[in-house]
């Protein structure tokens, strides 16, 4: 048995003070006043020293850290990179692909497969994200540009059929077969999103009649406004934020989108319809200036973000979960228990997991975060197992 004590407990709407969280066997056993509550003397007992005592963070699109790359097709690099996001609070994680050849996504997709149910100490490996190589060549952002082709069956069924691996796909709606790629993830409840695209208007709400749900890093790689004539024409970026039915990420590192547009996305969205992504690349936890590779693509950490060499585009971000939750908070001007809410639950829901994970409720899985109230993660907890302590001060 484990107790955790002396900690705010941060539930979907709001924080519970003096409280206490007992797990036991791998579960949430027990939320309550902690005067309230005996444990047995040989428990584990973790004090957290009044800091908070959330969810763990489920990060659903999070490519590398530490140098390491989903696409080396590696264990070991999948091991790295779990244990990096576990510093950041984040206890589940997706491992996300990058638009290259089918023998270099069939590599990581059976390397994501070998990973998950290992325990490396770091976030628990729960599917694979797909994103690519069905996207836009003129939105393709840091994706390697000659790799970007059109949907066909006969390459994507065998990614789709490898019982449950892959959890998310990024597509391009408009390309020639997007819409029969929808209708073949829908049938494995794999969730389609909207990503990477040039489509217009009519192209992204016909994806969403189709059952296209999700969008992948709103405001990143993604039409906008166009002039039609005299008319202003919509574009993904508008229609995926006025359609309810599509949830949305959001890379709340402040330099990826500006804070007044991260504000825009919630208020259009509402809180339950935003999910808090990393992106993290293979520069996450690495210095200033150090370079490292997205695919084949060279980068470098500038100023708190990824960036391609020749400063042309962003390339994706080397922030941690934590970050996420502290800018909504600081630049947007959420509660904590709703901006940790975009964190963990909101992600666990549109992965269909949150039945298990994303919140703390008995019978829960035991993934819980415990950070100061200056937002440095304490302790990582992750199926009742304490997996990450921060060194002592």
Same mark, same amino acid.
């Given at each position: 048995?484990?107790?955790?004590?002396?900690?705010?407990?941060?539930?979907?709407?709001?924080?519970?003070?003096?409280?206490?969280?007992?797990?036991?066997?791998?579960?949430?056993?027990?939320?309550?006043?902690?005067?309230?509550?005996?444990?047995?003397?040989?428990?584990?007992?973790?004090?957290?020293?009044?800091?908070?005592?959330?969810?763990?963070?489920?990060?659903?699109?999070?490519?590398?850290?530490?140098?390491?790359?989903?696409?080396?097709?590696?264990?070991?690099?999948?091991?790295?990179?779990?244990?990096?996001?576990?510093?950041?609070?984040?206890?589940?994680?997706?491992?996300?692909?990058?638009?290259?050849?089918?023998?270099?996504?069939?590599?990581?997709?059976?390397?994501?497969?070998?990973?998950?149910?290992?325990?490396?100490?770091?976030?628990?490996?729960?599917?694979?994200?797909?994103?690519?190589?069905?996207?836009?060549?003129?939105?393709?952002?840091?994706?390697?540009?000659?790799?970007?082709?059109?949907?066909?069956?006969?390459?994507?069924?065998?990614?789709?059929?490898?019982?449950?691996?892959?959890?998310?796909?990024?597509?391009?709606?408009?390309?020639?077969?997007?819409?029969?790629?929808?209708?073949?993830?829908?049938?494995?409840?794999?969730?389609?999103?909207?990503?990477?695209?040039?489509?217009?208007?009519?192209?992204?709400?016909?994806?969403?009649?189709?059952?296209?749900?999700?969008?992948?890093?709103?405001?990143?790689?993604?039409?906008?406004?166009?002039?039609?004539?005299?008319?202003?024409?919509?574009?993904?970026?508008?229609?995926?934020?006025?359609?309810?039915?599509?949830?949305?990420?959001?890379?709340?590192?402040?330099?990826?989108?500006?804070?007044?547009? +991260?504000?825009?996305? @919630?208020?259009?969205?509402?809180? %339950?319809? =935003?999910? /808090?992504?990393?992106?993290?690349? !293979?520069? *996450?936890?690495?210095?200033?200036?150090?370079?490292?590779?997205?695919?084949?693509?060279?980068?470098?950490?500038?100023?708190?973000?990824?960036?391609?060499?020749?400063?042309?585009?962003?390339?994706?971000?080397?922030?941690?979960?934590?970050?996420?939750?502290?800018? +909504?908070?600081?630049? @947007?001007?959420?509660?904590?228990? %709703?901006? =940790?809410? /975009?964190?963990?639950?909101?992600? !666990?829901? *549109?992965?269909?997991?949150?039945?298990?994970?994303?919140?703390?409720?008995?019978?829960?899985?035991?993934?819980?975060?415990?950070?100061?109230?200056?937002?440095?993660?304490?302790?990582?907890?992750?199926?009742?197992?304490?997996?990450?302590?921060?060194?002592?001060?």
């Amino acid at each position: 048995m484990m107790v955790i004590i002396n900690g705010r407990v941060v539930g979907p709407h709001s924080v519970l003070e003096h409280h206490c969280v007992v797990i036991e066997d791998g579960r949430i056993k027990q939320i309550a006043p902690t005067a309230q509550v005996l444990w047995p003397e040989d428990a584990q007992v973790i004090d957290a020293h009044d800091g908070f005592v959330a969810p763990g963070f489920v990060d659903m699109h999070v490519h590398g850290a530490m140098g390491r790359d989903t696409m080396e097709g590696t264990v070991e690099a999948m091991a790295q990179i779990a244990k990096f996001h576990a510093t950041g609070g984040t206890t589940a994680m997706t491992p996300t692909t990058t638009t290259h050849s089918r023998e270099k996504i069939n590599s990581a997709l059976q390397a994501i497969a070998d990973a998950m149910g290992h325990d490396f100490g770091g976030a628990q490996i729960v599917g694979a994200h797909v994103e690519g190589p069905y996207i836009s060549r003129e939105r393709s952002g840091a994706q390697p540009a000659q790799f970007i082709r059109d949907p066909i069956s006969s390459e994507y069924e065998p990614w789709l059929d490898r019982g449950g691996l892959v959890t998310q796909m990024t597509l391009a709606p408009e390309l020639p077969g997007a819409l029969e790629l929808i209708d073949a993830l829908l049938e494995r409840e794999i969730l389609p999103s909207g990503g990477h695209t040039a489509a217009n208007s009519e192209q992204a709400c016909a994806a969403i009649e189709r059952g296209l749900c999700h969008a992948t890093h709103l405001f990143n790689c993604m039409s906008s406004t166009v002039k039609s004539g005299p008319f202003r024409l919509p574009g993904a970026l508008e229609t995926f934020l006025a359609d309810e039915r599509v949830m949305v990420e959001l890379i709340a590192d402040g330099k990826h989108v500006h804070p007044e547009l +991260m504000r825009l996305a @919630v208020r259009a969205k509402g809180i %339950d319809k =935003v999910c /808090l992504i990393t992106d993290a690349t !293979a520069g *996450a936890g690495l210095a200033e200036g150090a370079e490292f590779l997205v695919g084949e693509t060279r980068a470098v950490v500038v100023a708190g973000v990824g960036m391609v060499v020749d400063g042309s585009a962003l390339a994706g971000s080397v922030s941690t979960m934590i970050q996420m939750v502290r800018n +909504m908070i600081e630049l @947007v001007g959420l509660s904590l228990a %709703d901006a =940790v809410r /975009l964190a963990s639950l909101n992600p !666990a829901r *549109a992965l269909g997991i949150s039945g298990r994970k994303g919140s703390l409720e008995p019978r829960k899985d035991a993934d819980i975060v415990v950070f100061s109230g200056s937002f440095a993660v304490l302790k990582t907890v992750i199926g009742g197992r304490l997996e990450y302590e921060a060194p002592a001060a």
